[in-house]
């Protein structure tokens, strides 16, 4: 599809940069949704923790009334996003929250999934999650079928991005109907170059941010699981890089951080996409590098939209007007899903 340019969002003024647009929303943002939190068992006696939002439903609702808000929901129970957080992310963050926020508001139910690690409890298992693990997103997204619900989109924010991506191009033309379209934001499309570019010297904050909660669970999860997980020389971890290779690629098969970075990245996936689907990554992005802008590809693509603004940083976008609390991210991805 060609690529949709120029895009439409504008920045407010007081954030002029990359790194304003993404770090002041992700601090002082404060996003509250009604989520009810459902656990289910993985076929690999492991856990999922699964955040809903349904349309219709204001008020905080007490965790144990699941099943009498889905019955007396149960006629809204036609659409159906899932949504997936980035890296070290969680349902709680202010660009999942938000969006949840206003897609109940415009008549979606949101299933807001975590990854193994990330709900708030240490998973069973000697794994965690990595970026082109997408069986776990396959059996949410069975679960939901289960349920009942017989239009689904799917969404997807920066490793989250990535990883619905992917499991869309694995799928391809096989994926099942009820899934209709995706959307997702500041992906990192080709894994090498992006941890290249969280290691330059105007990003590494967020280096040492995921770093560091990273390698605090590699520690809790060996204390869990000692002889089984090992620590040897994850303090000298200083890069992403540096702990995709020690650890990730390791614990998860992959020869190390360069061949789980070749095979994760969703860049290769995306001809084989087959449902509509939107991309918007800002020029901006303190997370991506080139290669994660491929305007001649997006001009190739059968089902693939891309939208590249000038202006955003890594899952901000937050808006020009202060007399709105719904981000641009918010009203684009409804745009999309609701386009004939």
């Known amino acids: 599809m060609p690529l949709i340019t120029p895009s439409d969002y504008r920045p407010p003024a007081h954030l002029w940069n990359g790194h304003l647009q993404t770090i002041i929303p992700s601090l002082f943002r404060k996003v509250e949704v009604p989520y009810v939190r459902e656990r289910i068992e993985t076929p690999d006696d492991d856990f999922l923790d699964l955040d809903w939002s349904f349309s219709g439903v204001q008020n905080e609702v007490p965790g144990g009334k699941r099943d009498e808000i889905e019955k007396e929901n149960s006629g809204l129970k036609k659409r159906l996003t899932i949504l997936s957080h980035g890296l070290e992310g969680d349902s709680r963050r202010q660009y999942l929250a938000g969006m949840v926020r206003h897609l109940t508001a415009n008549g979606f139910d949101c299933l807001a999934w975590h990854y193994r690690s990330c709900s708030g409890e240490m998973n069973r298992q000697a794994r965690f999650y990595h970026l082109g693990e997408t069986s776990d997103l396959q059996f949410v997204i069975d679960y939901a079928l289960q349920k009942g619900y017989q239009h689904i989109n799917l969404m997807g924010f920066s490793a989250g991005g990535n990883i619905t991506l992917k499991y869309l191009g694995e799928r391809g033309k096989d994926i099942h109907p009820a899934i209709e379209k995706a959307v997702v934001f500041s992906v990192p499309l080709h894994l090498t170059t992006a941890s290249r570019r969280l290691e330059a010297w105007d990003s590494q904050i967020y280096n040492k941010r995921f770093n560091r909660t990273l390698k605090r669970k590699v520690f809790q999860k060996a204390a869990i699981m000692p002889g089984v997980i090992h620590t040897e020389g994850l303090q000298k971890v200083r890069t992403l890089r540096d702990f995709d290779n020690l650890f ?24 084989k996409i087959a449902i509509p689907t939107l991309v918007v990554n800002a020029k901006n992005d303190p997370f991506l590098s080139r290669e994660c802008f491929p305007e001649e590809l997006a001009q190739q693509l059968p089902n693939v939209w891309m939208e590249f603004p000038a202006q955003g940083g890594h899952c901000g976008f937050a808006p020009a007007g202060r007399n709105t609390d719904v981000y641009w991210s918010e009203e684009r991805a409804l745009r999309f899903l609701k386009e004939k």
Not at 250 to 271: C, I, K, N, P, V
């Open 248 to 271: 990730t690629s390791r614990l998860h098969g992959f020869r190390d951080a360069e061949d789980y970075y070749q095979q994760s990245s969703s860049l290769q996936y995306l001809d």
